[in-house]
């Protein structure tokens, strides 16, 4: 696997941050996961973001809120439901967040169906696009 591939928002969950972070503590102290906190993106679109690597070798995945306009993580939001962004690099990602219990809501489902070539084509293009090599 390899750790460096490009991200995509691949799916949501619609859960409290509460809800969210206690999930992935109890999976890491389970040892089910590694997880890397990155926390506020430097543009401020992000306030919360947690890499989340899967310990039994499923894709890697991150969790975050995308353009929320506030914490969260804060005391008067931290449990209330949210729609939460899932990043991942393929549609697997929405596999291994859904095997460690995250009640993912498939954004990918329509291009789950698309033979190989055309998923690597979807995602070929969504790196040129990112890249700004394509509008």
């Given at each position: 696997?390899?750790?460096?591939?490009?991200?995509?928002?691949?799916?949501?969950?619609?859960?409290?941050?509460?809800?969210?972070?206690?999930?992935?503590?109890?999976?890491?102290?389970?040892?089910?996961?590694?997880?890397?906190?990155?926390?506020?993106?430097?543009?401020?679109?992000?306030?919360?973001?947690?890499?989340?690597?899967?310990?039994?070798?499923?894709?890697?995945?991150?969790?975050?809120?995308?353009?929320?306009?506030?914490?969260?993580?804060?005391?008067?939001?931290?449990?209330?439901?949210?729609?939460?962004?899932?990043?991942?690099?393929?549609?697997?990602?929405?596999?291994?967040?859904?095997?460690?219990?995250?009640?993912?809501?498939?954004?990918?489902?329509?291009i789950k169906q698309m033979p190989n070539d055309d998923l690597d084509e979807y995602f070929i293009n969504k790196m040129k696009y990112r890249a700004g090599i394509i509008k």
């Amino acid at each position: 696997m390899l750790k460096n591939k490009p991200t995509f928002r691949v799916g949501t969950i619609n859960d409290s941050y509460y809800s969210i972070k206690s999930n992935i503590d109890m999976l890491e102290d389970e040892g089910r996961i590694t997880v890397k906190n990155l926390g506020p993106s430097s543009d401020g679109k992000v306030t919360n973001e947690f890499v989340i690597y899967p310990n039994d070798g499923g894709e890697r995945f991150t969790i975050y809120d995308y353009k929320f306009g506030f914490d969260p993580s804060d005391e008067d939001h931290y449990d209330e439901e949210y729609n939460f962004s899932i990043g991942g690099s393929s549609p697997e990602s929405v596999e291994s967040a859904r095997q460690l219990g995250f009640n993912v809501e498939n954004y990918l489902q329509e291009i789950k169906q698309m033979p190989n070539d055309d998923l690597d084509e979807y995602f070929i293009n969504k790196m040129k696009y990112r890249a700004g090599i394509i509008k």
